[in-house]
């Protein structure tokens, strides 16, 4: 049950964040994203698989202060043979 708990946490702190100046959550999910930017391929020493490291950028402006800025966010996938 704490691995459920511990998952929906991840997921919750990929799609919000909070603004830098008057700290209003933010739903990522409504905001502009910039394609994906493959940043390295790894392979794994123990397991025979691939791992993927993108840079995910969100240009946002905030509802309330309406100030831009970006957010970049690490995101790897694995791929498995």
Do not use: A
């Not at 791992?51 to 790897?76: A, G, H, M, N, T």
Request: net charge positive; hydrophobic share 25%; with cysteine.
């Amino acid at each position: 049950m704490n691995q459920k708990m511990h998952d929906q946490d991840e997921i919750k702190s990929t799609t919000k964040t909070n603004c830098k100046h008057c700290n209003e959550p933010i739903n990522l999910k409504r905001q502009k994203r910039l394609p994906k930017k493959l940043i390295t391929e790894r392979h794994g020493l123990y397991w025979t698989g691939l791992e993927k490291v993108f840079l995910l950028i969100f240009k946002i402006q905030c509802p309330k202060c309406q100030k831009k800025f970006s957010y970049k966010v690490f995101q790897s996938n694995y791929t498995y043979n």
